[in-house]
């Protein structure tokens, strides 16, 4: 039960930083902006996890 929450706030967090380069106003996007490289790791897992076969951005090709 804690491991499931946990991969849903990480999920959720993921989003957020996400958020602007998938297209969704973010006025934070310049504080989020120096997670993005450790977040590149995960990212497969994150967009297969969220439903998305291939990956939703285009400068991002991990499939």
């Known amino acids: ?3 499931r ?3 849903n706030e990480d999920d959720f ?3 957020i930083v996400l958020g602007e380069a998938l297209g969704v106003p973010d ?3 310049y ?3 120096e997670f993005l ?3 590149y790791q995960d990212f497969h897992a994150w967009h297969r996890r ?3 076969p291939d990956s939703p951005l285009d400068h991002i090709a991990c499939c």
């Open 1 to 3: 039960m804690f491991a």
């Open 5 to 7: 929450e946990k991969q």
């Open 13 to 15: 967090f993921t989003l």
């Open 27 to 29: 006025p934070a996007a």
């Open 31 to 33: 504080y989020t902006a």
């Open 37 to 39: 490289p450790s977040l």
């Open 50 to 52: 969220m439903g998305m």
